[in-house]
């Protein structure tokens, strides 16, 4: 009979059958089927709902254990079993008051439940405790009000009050007190007349980002009584500090309309989303005005295109077509084309990061352009705004255009080349290169550096354009010469790595280079200037000379890094381009012999790589980057919104990390907490190298002391994600060596790399005909062995135990010790897997092969695990006991060759054990165990 053809009752009896096996998720599918099929709200029905809240309790699904406890209470409202579980599941999210009234529930119905009394008796302390704890923070609440809005109080005295408050505010308790005593309105009202004291300020914005966390009632109210304009004019602000923490507030406020929070992989909530669409909208509409408001600052406006650009990717927002219908891609083009030299009352406050800010924008939310018709929007929206500038008269109008087109070229690059591809547009950048005035040549130069980013557009700039840049680099003005020089640099690194593709003259890359040094290093030139000439450096350093004069000039390293730990996102891709091109960091397409021999024959060009590029060069450019201190530089730059900076740092930190003397330098400049988020968030690519860079810092350093505190479990996902069938082999095998570490760190690790489905990841590759990969599972699964529910999952039905038998006596050693050792410890803990161990046929030739094993490591191990199961069950050992391991055991105690005095004594132990069961003098045949499956507590059985 198929599983379509079973009634609700079978199925139900077949999802207890699986209950029992432990099959969570076959239990689940069979009870969930049953609840399909039936129509009729009765009894029978409760018991469906009542079983699958136990499963869902079982994985740890306490959300929907409540859930269907409660539709199995509406149904059968005294139901001990249904109060029970939700009692459990409230208890572990920590509804202590809630779980107390269902288990008080069940004590009324069953005063003799003795299990239930005491959980009542646990969950009354805590209930107890809690209140005691809500009063004294009622009163701490109360205390710091009086002192913190009392403006005729000493400020030293207010500013710790509210930073007080700010604490109290983070804890659940204290955030309801808060609230309820109207703190909202005291911060209001506080903060008009603290108008310049910057500390209590960021208090009273971070209490109200504290409020509304991970609480969407509670969120709407405080919209309802300050306004969103309230967010814009407090983030409206010179002071970097109160930008970020208006930013975040808002960023705040998102996320609990929309059920997300800050880590990197969160998505919004379908159904809060649609709740909250009409608050959600208003948000991005009064953002996306705000972008060319005059008024604010520069800092206020590149926090203000960050938020758009942060949660324009998420589907259930639906930002990024909302924004092309409401003129957004415009207002955002007027900031791109925004320039610091036109100073009168109407121009807009920027900084030196915000075009770049803009880009990346952009291309974010070209990337969500999904189909053709939103692309054709999203151009046809930036066509609109280029001819409306263009029908302007006014050479600002041209200026403003081409700035407009650089900054698409720097981020929807395909948009940027189709706008450039248009008739006349080109040609007016060039005609404007070629003009008398300097901000005409300067606008012009970046563009064509822009403009030549892919290989057939430079060819046309090439053609065009390179007499123009060798003109420009003539000018007496540093800031046109160093663009134009970057120009030049760009157009000569178009053969990238390929030694043999030349542009210009043998030695010419190498004297571009040092002109951009004389500017990198230079003092007195500004910040503007090294921008430019680390610019250039990243198109030259594709060249392998450039690379290996540059690593060897101290000053002009040291240089670039202080460049980077500025924190100025316009410097961003020319350090870290340069740096993936020193680190060789860069995708390298494999070159199979034959198909360079194929090539040959056809006569077509093969790409050849400098000897300079060996890997010994490499490793040495590496290890020099690390010394100079090139992870502070990573670490500034990591804050980049962009994908492919990501990308690119992520490339960067791994080439660094595969040098395992710099791993610790790594650590101590902060490398691992910056490699967390980049592991998961970003391109694929990006991701892999990150988490790669993590698993190598995993495996030569402690984890306590590489990932102290929350970290060594947020470590925990990244390195799961490398045990992916698209991940290489050593990817693979380096994720195994830094979850072996850390899963020998705490039984609360074991148990997270279980919730993250750690488990059937690395038991998959237990069977990998691959030695290394094999080797490194069985020692990942040996640490996990120490985890209960782990030993469970070996106790059930299932070949676990036997196939452990098998790794035991597998010729590698180190997968031998491995297994052996597993085994060791599960028999140890568990009496049903020591019965086990004979559903192996070889079972007596693995012992054979471990006690006699002349490695005493292997050796020891083997002993441990006869000890085990001779002493777990008299019908265990009297089946070994029928064997010749007893006279091994014997052998072992009085061989001379055994050097390891602990071998001899577990012997010895094993043989008293024997001795116990009155078995070593007499053998009778024994049944196999009867295993009670039975439990002590009747709530907890299935139905």
């Known amino acids: 009979m198929t599983k379509d053809n079973l009634s609700p009752q079978e199925l139900k009896e077949r999802g207890n059958e699986e209950f029992k096996k432990e099959n969570w998720s076959g239990a689940l599918e069979y009870y969930t089927n049953a609840l399909k099929l039936t129509t009729i709200d009765d009894s029978e029905k409760a018991v469906f709902l009542k079983n699958r809240a136990a499963v869902y309790l079982k994985q740890k699904d306490y959300e929907n254990t409540i859930i269907d406890c409660d539709e199995a209470l509406k149904l059968s409202p005294n139901d001990p079993k249904a109060l029970f579980r939700r009692c459990q599941a409230l208890e572990s999210l920590k509804r202590y008051e809630e779980a107390y009234r269902d288990a008080r529930h069940i004590i009324n119905i069953d005063p003799t439940n003795k299990p239930v009394k005491t959980i009542l008796s646990r969950l009354f302390e805590i209930v107890q405790e809690r209140h005691k704890y809500n009063s004294q923070t009622s009163a701490k609440v109360q205390k710091m009000f009086e002192v913190a809005f009392d403006i005729n109080v000493d400020k030293d005295k207010r500013e710790t009050a509210m930073n007080n408050l700010l604490v109290l505010s983070r804890e659940t308790a204290g955030a309801e007190i808060m609230f309820k005593a109207g703190v909202i309105g005291k911060i209001l009202q506080i903060l008009k007349i603290e108008k310049t004291n910057e500390l209590v300020i960021l208090s009273g914005i971070r209490i109200i980002a504290e409020l509304c966390k991970d609480n969407a009632d509670r969120t709407e109210s405080i919209i309802h009584e300050i306004g969103i304009p309230w967010f814009l004019e407090i983030i409206n602000s010179n002071n970097e500090d109160r930008v970020t923490a208006a930013q975040y507030c808002m960023q705040t406020v998102l996320n609990s309309y929309s059920g997300m929070n800050n880590k990197p992989d969160t998505k919004p909530n379908k159904e809060l989303a649609e709740k909250y669409k009409k608050e959600i909208d208003t948000l991005l509409s009064c953002l996306v005005f705000c972008t060319t408001n005059r008024t604010i600052t520069g800092l206020a406006r590149d926090a203000i295109i960050e938020l758009i650009m942060r949660n324009v990717h998420y589907q259930y927002l639906d930002w990024a077509e909302r924004l092309v219908e409401i003129r957004g891609l415009q207002r955002l083009m007027e900031v791109a084309s925004e320039l610091e030299e036109y100073k009168y009352e109407s121009a807009m406050n920027i ?150 593709i030349k542009p210009f003259a043998d030695g010419a890359t190498l004297k571009l280079a040092e002109a951009c040094r004389r500017f990198l290093i230079n003092p007195k030139k500004d910040k503007d200037m090294r921008k430019w000439s680390i610019e250039g450096l990243s198109y030259l350093t594709f060249d392998a000379e450039v690379k290996e004069k540059l690593i060897e000039d101290q000053s002009a390293i040291t240089a670039m890094i202080e460049l980077a730990k500025s924190g100025d996102k316009s410097v961003l891709y020319g350090v870290v381009t340069t740096l993936v091109n020193l680190c060789n960091a860069y995708d390298k397409q494999e070159i199979i012999p034959e198909m360079i021999e194929l090539a040959k024959f056809a006569k077509h060009h093969i790409p050849e790589e400098h000897e300079l590029d060996d890997q010994d060069f490499v490793s040495k450019r590496l290890i020099l980057l690390a010394n100079a201190g090139v992870t502070t530089a990573l670490v500034a730059l990591s804050k980049t919104d962009s994908q492919n900076s990501k990308e690119l740092i992520a490339r960067v930190f791994n080439a660094i990390c595969s040098q395992q003397e710099v791993r610790g330098i790594c650590v101590q400049q902060g490398g691992a907490k910056a490699l967390l988020p980049l592991a998961l968030d970003g391109t694929e690519k990006g991701k892999k190298q990150a988490s790669q860079a993590l698993a190598r810092i995993g495996i030569t350093i402690n984890p306590e002391v590489a990932f102290p505190g929350q970290r060594i479990m947020e470590v925990i996902r990244p390195l799961l994600n490398l045990c992916s069938p698209d991940c290489s082999a050593l990817e693979n095998f380096e994720a195994l060596m830094a979850l072996c570490n850390l899963a020998g760190v705490s039984d609360t690790v074991r148990k997270h790399i279980l919730k993250e489905g750690g488990f059937t990841k690395i038991e998959s590759y237990m069977y990998e005909d691959h030695l290394m990969l094999q080797r490194a599972a069985t020692q990942v699964m040996n640490n996990m062995m120490m985890n209960e529910e782990v030993v469970q999952f070996y106790e059930g039905d299932n070949d676990r135990v036997k196939y452990l038998v098998i790794l035991a006596e597998d010729e590698d050693k180190e997968t031998s010790l491995a297994a052996a050792g597993a085994l060791a410890m599960l028999t140890s803990v568990s009496k049903k897997a020591c019965w086990k161990i004979f559903d192996s046929k070889n079972w007596l030739e693995s012992i054979h092969y471990l006690l006699a094993n002349p490695d005493s490591d292997v050796q020891h191990r083997g002993v441990v695990i006869v000890s085990n199961m001779i002493q777990s069950t008299k019908e265990v050992a009297a089946k070994l006991i029928e064997t010749d391991v007893m006279e091994i055991l014997m052998a072992l105690i009085k061989s001379d060759t055994v050097k390891n005095p602990k071998i001899k004594q577990i012997a010895a132990s094993a043989l008293e054990a024997a001795a116990k069961w009155q078995l070593i003098s007499k053998q009778a045949d024994i049944d196999p165990p009867i295993i009670d499956t039975s439990t002590t507590n009747p709530l907890e059985n299935m139905e």
Do not use: H, W
């Open 351 to 500: 900084t030196s990061s915000t075009r770049t800010v803009t880009s990346v924008c952009l291309a974010r939310i070209y990337e969500n352009m999904y189909y053709d018709a939103a692309k054709e929007k999203f151009t046809s929206a930036i066509d609109e705004y280029i001819k409306d500038k263009l029908l302007d008269p006014e050479i600002e109008a041209k200026v403003r255009v081409t700035v407009a087109i650089t900054t698409l070229l720097l981020g929807p690059l395909d948009v940027g080349n189709a706008i450039i591809a248009r008739d006349g547009i080109l040609q007016m950048i060039l005609v404007m290169a070629t003009s008398d005035d300097i901000l005409q040549q300067k606008v012009a130069c970046e563009c064509i550096i822009a403009a030549a980013s892919k290989k057939d557009k430079a060819t046309t700039i090439i053609s065009q354009g390179i007499k123009i840049l060798k003109k420009l680099y003539q000018s007496n003005d540093d800031a046109i010469k160093v663009r134009a020089l970057v120009g030049l640099c760009k157009l000569g690194s178009s053969g990238g790595s390929d030694a043999t």
